[in-house]
């Protein structure tokens, strides 16, 4: 059952696959503001600091599956799109590169839902021909986490390609889950302990909910375009990789139309619109609390949350690999 994780981040696909009893025995995270944070919660696994560009495939212990997350900025509906021809998205590569020298019997990886654009087609098309050309049955959908027991609206791609030597099928999905949550299930109890970052938001050590502190400032034009409030009884917007663009906490009424693609909050309410903290982020995305996020800048912390598979919807994904792996007497 052991598992390799590349483009690691947090690790929130790891503790979900850790979660249905996969070993995740190596890992791979370039980026030095989460090192600490994943060391200190996976200590049982190996972290390598290197580019993916830098590794060759000796370095990887053998494994039965690989999982991540290839770095998703270039193909995403807020970004600029470039996809395939940013250096960023041309990281896919460097995961098929090793997914052909280890051959192990399935791969996974998470992606944002801007991957199906139109103008993508061609890119993604070839992407999974390479895959398929490697030895894989390749499926790929789009699913909503808000379907397995995820309290947010959250659309992404998910791959998952099954080794044709061993593997007479191919994937496809859990059956949703019947469990809705929502954002009072999910960080109600959370209110009223909450503390704004420091100065120039800086982490403020004095949480007493580990990372129950939210980022401070004024909010862009951009973001006062379109309602940014979901009530309690609703699940939450997409947690986004970046503390500006965080939701605001249900505690404030939805914000009201003064213009095309304008808002404003509530007159006489102002006080109640703050945006979520890291750990609410956290909650919605799935981590347990015993889970720390560590960082010196709040918007570093929002950033490995939002970037994060929901473990809730990583662990149904294992689970169901899990299951196919058995059918086959592979583990």
């Known amino acids: 059952m052991n598992i390799v994780s590349l483009f690691a981040g947090a690790g929130g696909l790891d503790l979900g696959f850790k979660k249905a009893g996969f070993n995740v025995v190596w890992a791979n995270e370039f980026d030095r503001e989460i090192w600490e944070t994943y060391e200190r919660n996976h200590p049982e696994t190996i972290l390598n600091r290197k580019s993916i560009i830098d590794i060759s495939p000796e370095e990887i212990p053998d494994c039965i599956g690989i999982i991540g997350g290839p770095p998703c900025q270039s193909w995403s509906e807020a970004g600029a799109l470039r996809g395939i021809n940013d250096k960023r998205g041309r990281l896919f590569f460097d995961f098929i590169r090793i997914l052909k020298e280890k051959q192990p019997l399935f791969f996974l990886a998470e992606n944002v839902s801007g991957l199906l654009f139109n103008r993508h087609n061609n890119a993604f098309e070839n992407i999974i021909k ?77 949480c007493p909910v580990p990372n129950h502190e939210f980022l401070t400032g004024g909010f862009s034009s951009i973001y006062m375009s379109r309602n940014r409030v979901r009530a ?20 404030a009424p939805k914000m009201e139309t003064i213009g095309k ?36 800048n709040l918007n570093s912390g929002y950033k490995m949350v939002g970037n994060a598979v929901p473990v809730n919807l990583a662990e149904a994904l294992a689970k169901k690999i899990k299951e196919d792996l058995k059918q086959f007497g592979l583990i």
């Open 130 to 206: 390479m895959f398929e050309e490697l030895g894989f049955t390749v499926s790929k959908h789009l699913l909503n986490a808000r379907n397995y027991n995820v309290p947010q609206d959250r659309k992404r791609v998910i791959i998952v390609g099954y080794n044709k030597q061993f593997i007479k099928k191919s994937f496809t999905p859990p059956l949703s889950d019947k469990k809705k949550p929502t954002l009072k299930d999910a960080i109600g109890d959370l209110v009223n302990k909450e503390i704004p970052g420091l100065e120039k938001n800086h982490a403020n050590g004095m």
């Open 232 to 251: 309690w009884d609703e699940p939450s917007f997409t947690i986004q990789a970046g503390g500006r663009h965080a939701p605001i906490h249900p505690q």
């Open 261 to 296: 693609d304008k808002k404003q909050f509530g007159k006489g309410k102002e006080n109640l619109y703050r945006r979520l903290t890291i750990r609410e982020c956290a909650r919605i995305q799935t981590f347990p609390d015993n889970f720390v996020f560590y960082y010196k």
